[in-house]
């Protein structure tokens, strides 16, 4: 059964660091999500992207934050200089269609900003 | 925006049926996702309800009232692995589809 794959599965960095988190999407879907859960609160939406580009982004998406999706299989979450409150969940997310379809999700990336 | 609400906490007993209710107010709305979420773990897809009424399947089943912003997620013959948080999450009607999530709802079933 097809799946969103997501490394590492953990990571830990020291705050000022950049990161990259990975995403390999489901290969035929056109919607791809990135959310962020804080430990113990909600899912929370940080970037949604489609047609290559930026689709709508939340205030926690700040100048900190870029997605790329280099090469048409990877979808990329690059964290400039990480905060302390950047330590989370990360889920990668995608989507097949415009319709109701559900999104799919990776297992996530569990950040540790030390 | 979206504004989704849950309760925060719910507690039922094994083999019994449980109701998690979600309310929501939005901008745009073209249907609403139900996800089961257990400790540490990524979303899992339950349910998708576009038009009013019950969706049955299996021991889960969930209702829509569009006109009033409202939905419930039914769990019958609760199981101790029900033990979860359950997503309430609103599908955006905007070119974009943005999936918004509600506070979540933690099951604790007990014996």
């Known amino acids: 059964e097809p799946e969103v794959t997501q490394t590492p599965s953990h990571q830990v960095t020291q705050m000022g660091q950049e990161v990259i988190l990975r995403c390999v999407p489901i290969?035929?879907?056109?919607?791809f999500y990135w959310y962020r859960q804080i430990l113990g609160q909600k899912v929370e939406f940080l970037v949604s992207f489609y047609n290559n580009e930026i689709s709508e982004k939340s205030e926690i998406f700040d100048d900190q934050f870029s997605v790329e999706r280099p090469d048409g299989s990877n979808f990329t979450l690059k964290i400039r200089s990480t905060k302390l409150e950047d330590s989370a969940m990360y889920f990668c997310a995608s989507r097949a269609t415009r319709g109701g379809t559900e999104a799919f999700f990776g297992q996530g990336t569990r950040l540790t900003v030390v | 925006g979206q504004n989704i609400d849950q309760p925060t906490e719910m507690t039922a007993t094994e083999g019994a049926i449980v109701q998690i209710n979600c309310t929501y107010q939005?901008?745009?709305?073209?249907?609403l996702f139900w996800y089961q979420q257990h400790a540490g773990e990524a979303p899992t897809f339950l349910s998708y309800n576009v038009l009013d009424g019950l969706e049955e399947k299996g021991r889960f089943s969930s209702f829509l009232s569009r006109s009033k912003g409202y939905s419930y997620l039914l769990l019958k013959e609760l199981q101790m692995k029900d033990s979860a948080s359950y997503l309430c999450?609103?599908?955006?009607?905007?070119?974009?589809?943005?999936?918004?999530f509600g506070t979540g709802t933690k099951l604790q079933v007990i014996p």
């Open positions: 939005t901008s745009g709305f073209n249907g």
């Open positions: 999450a609103v599908l955006d009607s905007g070119g974009y589809q943005k999936v918004t």
């Open positions: 290969s035929n879907h056109l919607y």
